[in-house]
């Protein structure tokens, strides 16, 4: 690491070298080609045969391994076309895949080398898992300290270990939209059970709420808290899926533009993640170590410091990302005017 940007309190972020900020980028281009490679490889699932029926070829394709499968129509020059063009889009999409796996294993060993990342393996494999399965980035954005690994990412440092540790992870569950409740209709994997295939040890927990691994890893799927909370009934995501806890005055984050980013984790390999705003993030974490009445004195302290660490790499590296009027309209005018970071100002 190069340049360290010191507090007056606390290391707040480093710098990348040179060499680390050139196999940074180089993982990110990688692993978007890897993604569109993916979606393009989903695109010939199943396979193409021709079955003979009552004397005549017909163009069957095979939907799943089930053997469910149904008619493109007899054999004719169109459905040869059809046919030709699946098996050649198949076998070039499927390389293309295999690829861009060995680069990413390759730039993998690079990245643990110079030590550019840092989220535990077993958090990023459920991003990769919800990512995978259509779920990040739709209902779920995640939240509190593990949002951070999005902002280091976006912004090519990385934060002290000290600042991000945590046993846990949190998924805002976001259910406004009728549209996006589609994620968990009955032909979608339940989130536990998402969850579960990257660690079968998972249990959900009798809270509801929470599922944790033998190793003690937690993950925590919660909701913004109504504006009265003895109306806020729980509500099942779907059947033996979880029940989001609500969380007081998360509607702000809930409402908050949100980011996207791919970042590599400890080791090497690239991830996806979605979450709030920086700049959202930044006057949350400053209410909730400042302001927040049922805050426990220790975690106060270490929302000032994280918010403290965003906001600088904001105003440092994140031109883009201006405070302005736009991004705080979700929260009351208020919370802007107490939790603005120094250096950064907006008219509200």
């Given at each position: ?11 707040r972020y480093f710098d990348f070298s040179s060499q ?112 995978e399965r259509g779920v990040l980035g739709r209902n ?55 969850i579960k295939s990257v660690d079968p040890t998972f ?146």
């Amino acid at each position: 690491m190069e340049n360290i940007n010191q507090g007056a309190d606390m290391l707040r972020y480093f710098d990348f070298s040179s060499q680390q900020s050139r196999l940074y980028i180089n993982s990110q281009q990688t692993y978007g080609a890897w993604v569109a490679a993916k979606r393009d490889v989903e695109q010939y699932r199943g396979w193409l045969t021709w079955k003979k029926v009552n004397g005549s070829e017909y163009l069957i394709k095979i939907i799943n391994d089930k053997g469910s499968q149904k008619s493109l129509g007899p054999r004719s020059p169109e459905t040869e076309v059809i046919f030709d063009k699946f098996k050649a889009g198949k076998e070039r999409s499927q390389s293309r895949l295999m690829s861009l796996n060995g680069i990413i294993h390759e730039q993998a060993q690079l990245n643990k080398a110079v030590k550019i990342g840092h989220m535990p393996a077993g958090t990023a494999k459920i991003l990769r898992a919800m990512d995978e399965r259509g779920v990040l980035g739709r209902n779920m954005v995640v939240v509190g300290t593990n949002a951070i690994y999005a902002y280091e990412a976006l912004a090519g440092v990385m934060f002290p270990d000290e600042l991000m540790e945590t046993t846990d992870v949190d998924f805002l569950w976001d259910s406004r939209s009728k549209l996006t409740m589609s994620v968990w209709d009955a032909s979608k994997p339940k989130i536990i059970e998402i969850i579960k295939s990257v660690d079968p040890t998972f249990v959900r927990q009798p809270n509801g709420y929470s599922a944790m691994s033998d190793k003690g890893f937690l993950v925590e799927i919660i909701k913004p808290e109504k504006k009265a909370p003895w109306l806020d009934f729980s509500t099942v995501i779907s059947e033996g899926d979880f029940t989001p806890s609500p969380i007081k005055a998360l509607n702000w984050l809930v409402n908050a533009p949100k980011i996207e980013a791919a970042g590599i984790d400890e080791k090497g390999f690239p991830f996806p993640i979605v979450a709030p705003d920086p700049r959202a993030f930044v006057i949350y974490k400053f209410w909730m170590g400042r302001e927040c009445p049922d805050r426990a004195a220790i975690k106060r302290k270490r929302d000032i410091e994280q918010a403290e660490a965003v906001a600088q790499v904001i105003i440092d590296k994140l031109p883009t990302f201006p405070f302005s009027k736009e991004v705080f309209k979700m929260f009351p005018r208020k919370i802007v005017e107490t939790n603005m970071p120094l250096g950064g100002s907006v008219s509200v």
